[in-house]
């Protein structure tokens, strides 16, 4: 039997974070993890190269069913304390664009120096443990597990959420939070390929990367899309996976940065509508775009009607997608715990006292951009700070 001042479940990025937190106030803390690795999905974000925060970050990069909950926690921790985290551990970083800071190295060197940290700082990592089961008695919290019990008068859970089980992730936070009286907003794969009707138009383009704009649920985003063999994918569409509903339409402008009508004006009479399309798009978008008669049609031939129809072909491709592509290829998950009763400044539960919940397991999901890995630190934060230490200084 083990006995600390806190323990943590999950050794991903907020409970790494909330570890080396309480660490560095003096608290006694394990992170008990199944998995063998700690910081799993740090070590495979942002391609390798882990995105892990973002400068223009503020509450509203984030859906939940309560959008003010993370503001709190955001004011406290900004992405300049992960550029110091980074700084003190000799890890170079580029910002690309719209704010996005990402690791140069592409080898896991972040959650490398977050375990280290850790364990310099004291907090006990106890990796591949399978957790059998956790209680709550007169104010003590006991963790079971395949490799013996600990006892703890805080109990922080930072389990992440179901997406990207590859990676070991399960619901294991949300079925504890449960257990403890919480609410579980249903949780839903987010930032994930949208898969179409085998016979969509659009179909057979796989492989072809486009600028373009989406606009999904009054919400519109611009940026790159990929066409994949099952339907689409790219940073444009993880964005509008968020806000995505079973049933609904999206609407796609393959040219968001010009006029097909004033394009079509500047090329003259003469050329073929191809042979423009060919010029502004790929050409195997172009001709799924718009072919046939229209197609072979001069400019000049062009009818009102006809440059219309061509326009919202381009600018406003609508199309209903048939399902996401699950829990599997999310990069995140969306819904989760509640936050109605969790506290917007030390992340403890308002219905257990003792009990802390951080990261992702919570409902507040960030968009594409570092959100999403810059909540579960600041989350982590929030909570190593609150935490009660046995041995007061
Ligand atoms: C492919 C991919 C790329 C991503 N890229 C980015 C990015 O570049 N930027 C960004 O901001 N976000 C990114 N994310 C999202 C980001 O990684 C997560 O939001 C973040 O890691 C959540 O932190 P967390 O601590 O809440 O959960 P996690 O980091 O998932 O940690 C949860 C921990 O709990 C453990 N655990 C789960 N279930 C159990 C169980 N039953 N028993 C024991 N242990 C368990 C897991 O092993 C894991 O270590 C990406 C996600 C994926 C999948």
């Not at 509203?60 to 926690?73: E, Q, T």
């Not at 399960?170 to 504890?176: A, F, K, Q, S």
């Not at 704009?213 to 063999?229: A, G, K, S, V, Y």
């Given at each position: 039997?083990?006995?600390?001042?806190?323990?943590?479940?999950?050794?991903?990025?907020?409970?790494?974070?909330?570890?080396?937190?309480?660490?560095?106030?003096?608290?006694?803390?394990?992170?008990?993890?199944?998995?063998?690795?700690?910081?799993?999905?740090?070590?495979?974000?942002?391609?390798?190269?882990?995105?892990?925060?973002?400068?223009?970050v503020t509450h509203a990069d984030y859906v939940g069913r309560n959008p003010h909950f993370c503001k709190s926690a955001l004011a406290r921790f900004?992405?300049?304390?992960?550029?110091?985290?980074?700084?003190?551990?000799?890890?170079?970083?580029?910002?690309?664009?719209?704010?996005?800071?990402?690791?140069?190295?592409?080898?896991?060197?972040?959650?490398?120096?977050?375990?280290?940290?850790?364990?310099?700082?004291?907090?006990?990592?106890?990796?591949?443990?399978?957790?059998?089961?956790?209680?709550?008695?007169?104010?003590?919290?006991?963790?079971?597990?395949?490799?013996?019990?600990?006892?703890?008068?805080?109990l922080v859970v930072a389990l992440g959420g179901p997406a990207w089980p590859q990676a070991g992730a399960t619901d294991l936070g949300h079925r504890?939070?449960?257990?403890?009286?919480?609410?579980?907003?249903?949780?839903?794969?987010?930032?994930?390929?949208?898969?179409?009707?085998?016979?969509?138009?659009?179909?057979?383009?796989?492989?072809?990367?486009?600028?373009?704009?989406?606009?999904?649920?009054?919400?519109?985003?611009?940026?790159?899309?990929?066409?994949?063999?099952?339907?689409?994918?790219?940073?444009?569409?993880?964005?509008?996976?968020?806000?995505?509903?079973?049933?609904?339409?999206?609407?796609?402008?393959?040219?968001?940065?010009?006029?097909?009508?004033?394009?079509?004006?500047?090329?003259?009479?003469?050329?073929?509508?191809?042979?423009?399309?060919?010029?502004?798009?790929?050409?195997?978008?172009?001709?799924?775009?718009?072919?046939?008669?229209?197609?072979?049609?001069?400019?000049?031939?062009?009818?009102?009607?006809?440059?219309?129809?061509?326009?919202?072909?381009?600018?406003?491709?609508?199309?209903?997608?048939?399902?996401?592509?699950?829990?599997?290829?999310?990069?995140?998950?969306?819904?989760?715990?509640?936050?109605?009763?969790?506290?917007s400044k030390t992340m403890e539960s308002t219905r257990q006292a003792g009990l802390y919940l951080v990261g992702e397991v919570l409902d507040v999901?960030?968009?594409?951009?570092?959100?999403?890995?810059?909540?579960?630190?600041?989350?982590?934060?929030?909570?190593?700070?609150?935490?009660?230490?046995?041995?007061?200084?």
């Amino acid at each position: 039997m083990k006995r600390v001042d806190a323990v943590i479940l999950g050794a991903g990025a907020s409970g790494l974070w909330c570890a080396r937190t309480a660490a560095a106030r003096g608290l006694s803390v394990c992170v008990v993890d199944h998995a063998r690795t700690p910081g799993k999905k740090v070590r495979i974000a942002g391609g390798g190269k882990c995105n892990f925060t973002n400068l223009h970050v503020t509450h509203a990069d984030y859906v939940g069913r309560n959008p003010h909950f993370c503001k709190s926690a955001l004011a406290r921790f900004s992405p300049w304390h992960m550029v110091e985290f980074l700084a003190t551990h000799g890890i170079d970083w580029e910002e690309r664009d719209h704010g996005q800071l990402f690791c140069l190295r592409g080898d896991g060197i972040l959650a490398d120096a977050l375990e280290e940290d850790c364990r310099t700082r004291g907090a006990e990592l106890l990796l591949r443990h399978a957790i059998t089961s956790v209680t709550c008695a007169d104010g003590l919290y006991t963790i079971t597990t395949d490799q013996g019990l600990i006892q703890a008068p805080s109990l922080v859970v930072a389990l992440g959420g179901p997406a990207w089980p590859q990676a070991g992730a399960t619901d294991l936070g949300h079925r504890i939070a449960k257990q403890f009286g919480h609410a579980v907003i249903a949780p839903y794969p987010a930032l994930v390929p949208l898969a179409m009707a085998q016979t969509w138009p659009l179909q057979g383009l796989s492989g072809i990367a486009v600028p373009a704009t989406i606009t999904c649920n009054d919400r519109r985003f611009t940026e790159n899309l990929l066409f994949t063999h099952t339907g689409i994918s790219g940073p444009v569409v993880l964005h509008a996976s968020c806000h995505w509903q079973k049933g609904a339409a999206i609407h796609i402008n393959f040219l968001p940065s010009m006029q097909l009508e004033e394009a079509l004006h500047d090329a003259g009479g003469k050329p073929l509508v191809r042979t423009v399309l060919g010029k502004l798009l790929p050409d195997r978008l172009a001709t799924a775009l718009v072919s046939g008669p229209l197609a072979d049609k001069q400019v000049a031939q062009l009818s009102r009607q006809d440059t219309e129809h061509l326009c919202h072909r381009v600018h406003d491709f609508t199309i209903t997608p048939t399902r996401t592509e699950g829990m599997r290829r999310a990069e995140v998950t969306g819904g989760g715990v509640d936050t109605a009763h969790v506290s917007s400044k030390t992340m403890e539960s308002t219905r257990q006292a003792g009990l802390y919940l951080v990261g992702e397991v919570l409902d507040v999901t960030g968009q594409l951009g570092g959100f999403n890995l810059h909540w579960a630190w600041a989350s982590g934060q929030a909570a190593g700070m609150a935490l009660p230490s046995s041995n007061p200084a």
